[in-house]
């Protein structure tokens, strides 16, 4: 075969424009392509790994068998753009564009506002456009798996959703048949044209593999360093996309993708008889839940079976269903079964290294043979199992017994797990009860699951071994049911009763309904006063074309140099040497920054900017390379040798925390009553424990910073991505050593912060500032996912203790609960977190006799932090866990227990800040009636009488929920830890008087057009628009007159974080107060020509030398909170709600589904009832999540293993309740805020404890029924691990504890 010695043209589409590229590497990826190369940064990095669809764009192929075109979204971060030859990619700049035309799909996400930060939005369009090409009028089932695999951190998915039900190229070019090689620097691209010419480099290049999706090899040789100097390309070879249709099967090419085996299953299950498709009905089962759609539009087939993921959804039905394997090599073609041999990697029966898997043969199944498949995930769309199978059973002709039986398990073990020992010694058993038993039996015993087993969770998947089988039990002789109808002497089957009918039910992929209901403005309000009407956030259309800049979105500056973190590997560790000389020797290295390269402060003592002598956790930053480009930076970063001597103890839990007695700060407590006394009093008390897993929060933006010296004066401009812009400022500052007003933080906007950016991007601004300086380079910093996830923290996890003591009506007399929050290794916001937990412990209920305690330990975690509800998620979580725990004992239902401890009257809050419940009653009232509870929680408790295997459960959760920091006086503590938490930036808001301040500058220009400069931050939440809003009706212009560019500490200096829920609140005020100041100037004028225009009245103010340029302030509200006597005001005001959910839970594999949630949320007068609604939405998803899915798992080394949207699950779109209604209630009550709204952002957080509520609810409905005591540890999150466990049955019990 000839072959070129220079490396070829590679030529492809990008919108319409033909990209021909010379020299091209083959490493470098479509998305960095599109963002470096071709300064298209409409198509987002989020997490790098294919999960999460923030790259999606569209790419349109030649189908080399029918010549016609395919167009399919795909995740550009794991295509080579080699794999591109011929190909027209489309991305979100090549829809549509706010300067030339606006595609629906852009529109509609926009005014539908499905787009808070709008970082995932392009991606979401993407996936939509594409889905809209290929069918004009999609149908709902389409539309979600369009958007399967695409995340978003903000809106809770269902505005997002709402936009695509409204819908309900220049082209490729024939690539010619020569090979085609691309070369770079390390590695070669081989595209042959011809099999022949595949089949002659595979046998010269052996070890090469064969790069078809790239979804498996991609992560493999980003995360594992896998390296292959060549790689084949099979993507032009026709033969490898055939499909042939014969009388006894199905032979599928190993190139088509995993969409397209779908849709060839889906075709072939249509035509043929039922009896015939067993196995492929079971497979196309899989097939709808594997990846996201862009996943499976990449994902081959050949590429998958070869791969032998452990994992790998579709290789234990092909292997139950006797697939055959199709080889060809240029000796010729061989058959192979894709058998537990195969599977397990057994080299006599594998591949040779030449050859190739051309096809795949899939036979039909025949009458009396039953195929099934199961899978149990994290979540139902977009997660890899937990454990899969596939099994497969013939019966002899008319009778019940076993002539052949396939069974085979993925999750438990390094490769698919074969029970073929198990299915031997059944086979001529018949299937029956006793069968079930011995199966059972014979199954635990030979998939013994060592202790090892990937991902854990060993008693859950040997429970779902045995659960999957009594499924497929039923579900066969329901087949038989069927198939013995019409033959009156058929064999007698056992019968399944009523109540285990529900065994069978999978449960659907369902979009989301609803209705949301807000008040309209007054009839009186001036039109052009926006105030309370449903702006679309300003940045929306923007967010959709792709056009919204984000920090890393800047173009590359002149000289800029990349940055990459060294982190520890060891938990707790003295540092004994650390070796840069092979990193710095490396080409396009620049520097290696340290600690003794910082030349002003390097954090404070407790928290280092960069670690010196000792580590505290995994992933401690120590150094950072500084190199030409990312790639040369991170290769470096593997080549610094750290040498160190570990240190005990090493600290990972609060349970060994509490054994060290290791804490970060004193103690907090609230006690009022006496608590002793009123336990000796009571009819019953009850003690349990409570733990509450810690979250992520996957900001769909990673941390990110770009530090520009200037060569004047030491100025320093840096852009970032944070919530607290003059903390970056001060911390560059004091670590550089120079004075504030050089350095100018700007935020453009941040894709998400939930808290998150707070305190870290200071720590990143830093060291870049560092690296700048020591350099005299710009560098930019932008963390990759895994990075992000394992430096910087997230929600502190709590154990919690409480005594409860009650009447045997319900009513509460004593409280006592003590919790323990894991702050990590620093500082940080634990004691804040733990003050505020201890503040908003009593909720919504009046209990006269209270002791709260909290502690913050202190681990060898990284340092946990601020996060959206600020420890009011976890700690409220043990108060309500207590209001269930009396139900149970008094045998009532728990919403009686809510409302007879509910806060009736005005009153005293534990720590004595008088308050009006009457919100909080309306919203319970409002909830219970909107959501029919009453006559849905009947019907709940007759499904679950008619249902053994399923369980339905309902809760209504109320809520009191404080906004803003609180003031805190602190007598008792010592000056050290004072000065210890004035470095911290939270607490400096704080302290500093007062502690809302807020300040905005309004400048008009001559031509009347207004700029509105202010301190908050635009995070997703809306703010711009509703600065927007209060601007336009204080001036009382429109809002097309105002504009807003960007956040900066040039502009309004020394602000406090955009957090705590107060951000539109107090910079409102400030707005206002600006544009009050202006008008009073303009006064005089507009008094003098009331009739002129607004124009008219700017000129002459300029003319008349009037000042047109204001700043406005707000100096805060009066708040304090005095530990010492456990009194005070700390809040300006409470938020009110009540959330109803009902799930119905899958008591065999763990699984539930969210069947209805409705929300009343207190918003008094809402600025802007479409965002606020967004922010109740979005946090009521991350709320659910936190309490269902995001489960952060470490080894007991403190090593962060989920680092990942494929380890780490946040809800998907899949996940939003069936039903979901959300009402905003006006209320009577006036805040002492801006028109008397209210700030929503934190408070839905809690509400999504509602759906774990009703999951506990349904695990108690099985518990009793089982008769297994009705107490349980409450555990958040409620995973289907947790849930499947506490559903404890038979089958639990064959599995009381692991093997090995
Ligand atoms: C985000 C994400 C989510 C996922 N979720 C799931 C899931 O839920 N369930 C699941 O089962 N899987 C899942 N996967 C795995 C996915 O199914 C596999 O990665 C995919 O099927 C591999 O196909 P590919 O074409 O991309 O293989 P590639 O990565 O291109 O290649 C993989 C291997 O196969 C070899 N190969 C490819 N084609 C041939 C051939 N014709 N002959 C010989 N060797 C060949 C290559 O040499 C290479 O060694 C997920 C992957 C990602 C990235
Ligand atoms: S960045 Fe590509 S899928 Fe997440
Ligand atoms: S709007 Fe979707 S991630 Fe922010």
Redesign the pocket.
């Known amino acids: 075969m000839p072959c070129p010695p220079k490396s070829d043209d590679l030529v492809f589409f990008v919108n319409g424009r033909k990209v021909i590229e010379r020299n091209v590497d083959p490493e470098v990826t479509l998305l960095s392509f599109l963002r470096k190369n071709l300064r298209l940064t409409g198509t987002k990095y989020a997490c790098g790994?294919?999960?999460c669809g923030a790259c999606t764009v569209m790419v349109s192929k030649r189908d080399p068998l029918s010549a016609k075109i395919r167009h399919f979204s795909i995740t550009a971060c794991?295509v080579p753009i080699c794999s591109l030859y011929g190909a027209a990619v489309t991305t979100v700049e090549g829809v549509g564009s706010i300067n030339t035309r606006l595609h629906p799909v852009q529109e509609r996400i926009a005014k539908s506002h499905g787009t808070q930060c709008g970082f995932c939005t392009p991606g979401m369009v993407m996936s939509m456009y594409t889905l809209l090409r290929n069918h004009p009028q999609p149908s709902e089932e389409q539309l979600l798996e369009a958007l399967g695999g695409n995340l978003c951190r903000c809106t809770g998915y269902r505005p997002i959703l709402a936009s695509g039900r409204t819908f309900c190229v220049r082209m490729a070019e024939k690539p010619e048949k020569q090979t085609l090689i691309f070369r770079g620097e390390r590695v070669t691209w081989i595209s042959p044209g011809t099999l022949k010419d595949l089949l002659e480099l595979k046998a010269k290049h052996p070890e090469a593999?064969?790069?078809?999706?790239?979804?498996?090899?991609?992560?493999a040789m980003k995360s594992q360093g896998h390296f292959y100097p060549i790689l084949l390309s099979?993507a032009r070879i026709s033969e490898?996309s055939m499909v042939s249709k014969t009388s006894d099967g199905l032979t599928i090419g190993?190139?088509c993708s995993?969409a397209q085996v779908k849709d060839i299953l889906a075709e072939r299950v249509s035509e043929l008889p039922e009896e015939k498709t067993q196995t492929y009905r079971a497979l196309l089962k899989h097939l709808r839940?594997?990846?996201?759609q862009q996943?499976r539009n990449?994902?081959?087939l050949?590429?998958?079976i070869?791969?032998r993921?452990c994992?790998?959804?579709?290789n234990p039905i092909l292997a139950v269903g006797n697939a055959t394997l199709n080889l060809i090599s240029e000796e010729g073609t061989r058959q192979i079964p894709l058998n537990e041999h195969f599977l397990a990697g057994l080299a006599s029966v594998d591949?040779k290294p030449e050859e190739?898997?051309?096809s795949v043969y899939i036979p039909h199944s025949q009458k009396w043979e039953f195929v099934s498949a199961f899978r149990q995930a994290q979540c139902q769309q977009?997660?890899?199992?937990d454990v899969n199978a596939g099994m497969r059973v013939v019966l002899k002709e008319g009778t019940d017994t076993i002539k052949d039986l396939s069974i085979a398990y993925g999750g438990v073990g390094a490769a698919t797990v074969s029970a073929q020992k198990s299915c031997q010694q059944l086979v001529g058993r018949p299937w029956n009860e006793l069968m079930l038993e011995e199966a059972c039996r014979l199954l635990l015993e030979e998939v013994s699951l060592p202790g090892w087993a990937p991902g854990g969770k060993v008693e859950f998947k040997r429970t779902l071994v045995v659960s999957f089988f009594f499924k497929f039990y039923l579900e066969v002789l329901q087949e038989l049911k069927k198939l013995v109808k019409f033959m009156p002497d058929s064999h007698h089957y056992p019968e399944i009763s009523d109540q285990f009918l529900s065994a069978l039910e999978d449960f659907p992929i369902t979009g989301s309904q609803g209705v949301q209901r807000y008040q309209r403005v007054d009839s009186h309000q001036s039109l052009q006063d926006p105030v309370g009407r449903p702006i679309m956030h300003l940045s929306g259309l923007k967010h959709a074309t792709g056009e919204a800049i984000f920090c890393d979105d800047i173009p590359m500056v002149d000289r800029e140099l990349f940055m990459v973190l060294v982190t520890s590997t060891r938990a707790h560790a003295k540092i004994i040497s650390v070796d840069l000389s092979q990193a710095l020797d490396l080409p396009g290295v620049i520097d290696v920054i340290t600690a003794e390269d910082i030349p002003g402060t390097n954090g404070t003592e407790d928290d280092k900017l960069m670690a010196v002598d000792e580590v505290l956790c995994v992933g401690h930053i120590i150094c950072a390379v500084v190199a030409e480009t990312e790639l040369q930076a991170k290769s470096a970063t593997e080549k610094i040798k750290i040498t160190y001597e570990d240190l005990e103890p090493v600290i990972i839990t609060i349970n060994d925390a509490i054994k060290h007695n290791s804490f970060l700060c004193p103690e907090k407590k609230l006690e009022q009553g006496n608590v002793e006394e009123a336990f000796e009093k009571v009819d019953q008390i009850v003690e349990g424990e409570v733990h509450v897993g810690g979250q992520e929060h996957f900001y769909m933006e990673t941390q990110r910073v770009l530090v520009i010296p200037k060569a004047e004066d030491k100025e320093l401009d840096i852009y970032v991505s944070t919530q607290d812009p003059a903390h970056v400022q001060k911390t560059v500052s004091s670590t550089l050593n120079i004075p504030i007003n050089r350095i100018t933080c700007h935020v453009k906007r941040v894709g998400g912060g939930f808290g998150g950016k707070v305190g870290r991007p200071a720590v990143f601004g830093a060291i870049a500032a560092v690296g700048a300086i020591k350099t005299g380079h710009p560098i930019r910093l932008v963390l990759d996912r895994k990075d992000d996830m394992l430096i910087t923290g997230g929600r502190h996890p709590l154990f919690g203790k409480y005594k409860v003591g009650f009447m045997n009506n319900g009513r509460i007399k004593a409280l006592d609960i003590e919790c323990f929050v894991n702050g990590g290794c620093m500082l940080d916001d634990s004691e804040l977190v733990t003050e505020f937990l201890i503040l908003k412990l009593e909720n919504a209920y009046k209990i006269r006799n209270l002791r709260f305690r909290g502690r913050a330990c202190m681990t060898n975690l990284p340092s946990n932090t601020a996060f959206r509800g600020f420890g009011f998620p976890q700690g409220t979580l043990i108060t309500e866990s207590c209001i269930t725990a009396v139900a149970a004992k008094c045998g009532l239902l728990p919403e009686k227990i809510r409302e007879k401890n509910m806060y009736k009257t005005v009153d005293k809050t534990i720590y004595k800040q008088a308050f009006s419940p009457e919100t909080l009653i309306r919203c319970w009232n409002e909830c219970l009636d909107k959501s029919s509870f009453h006559s849905r929680r009947m019907q709940v408790e007759e499904f679950n009488k008619k249902n053994y295997w399923k369980k339905k459960g309902m809760a209504i959760i109320p809520m009191k929920f404080s906004v803003g920091f609180a003031a805190t006086s602190y007598h008792q503590v010592t000056i050290a830890q004072n000065r210890s938490k004035l470095q911290n930036p939270t607490w400096k808001a704080c302290f500093s008087d007062p502690p809302y301040s807020a300040a905005a500058l309004v400048h008009i220009y001559t031509d009347g057009s207004v700029l509105v400069t202010h301190g908050g931050n635009e995070l997703g939440q809306g703010i711009h628009t509703k600065m927007l809003q209060v601007a336009s009706r204080e001036l009382n212009i429109p809002m097309s007159s105002l504009h807003i560019c960007e956040t900066s500490t040039a502009t309004v200096p020394n602000t406090i974080a955009t957090a705590a829920s107060i951000g539109s609140d107090v910079n409102g005020r400030a707005v206002q107060n600006a544009c009050q100041i202006l008008l009073k100037r303009l006064e005089p004028i507009i008094k003098k020509n009331p009739e002129g225009t607004w124009e008219d009245w700017i000129e002459a103010a300029f003319e008349q030398r009037i000042s047109l340029s204001a700043t406005g302030y707000f100096r805060g509200y009066k708040a304090f909170m005095d530990w010492e006597k456990g009194e005070g005001d700390p809040f300006p005001y409470y938020v009110y709600g009540a959330a109803c959910s009902e799930v119905e839970v899958d008591c065999l594999t763990g699984a539930h589904k969210k069947i209805r949630t409705d929300i009343v949320m207190d918003a008094c007068c809402s600025l802007n009832p479409a965002i606020d609604i967004g922010q109740v939405e979005g946090s009521f998803i991350q709320g659910m999540g936190l309490y269902t899915t995001e489960e952060l798992k470490y080894s007991p080394e403190g090593v962060l293993y989920s680092r990942g949207p494929?380890e780490y699950k946040i809800p998907t779109i899949a996940d939003v309740p069936e039903e979901f209604n959300v009402s905003l209630l006006p209320s009577s009550q006036t805040p002492p805020t801006i028109y008397s709204s209210k700030g929503l952002g934190e408070s839905g957080m809690f509400l999504g404890s509602s759906v774990f509520f009703a999951i506990t609810d349904a695990v108690a409905a099985a518990r009793r029924e089982r008769d297994t005591v009705e107490d349980f540890t409450v555990r958040s999150p409620a995973t289907p691990e947790w849930v499947r466990m506490a559903c404890a049955d038979r089958f639990t019990e064959m599995t009381p504890t692991a093997k090995g």
């Open positions: 790994r294919g999960g794991l593999p064969l790069i078809s999706g790239n979804t498996s090899l991609g992560p099979p490898l190993a190139g995993l839940s594997l990846a996201g996943i990449m994902a081959s050949g590429g998958h070869i791969s993921h994992y790998s959804d579709l591949l190739i898997l051309e977009n997660a890899l199992a494929d």
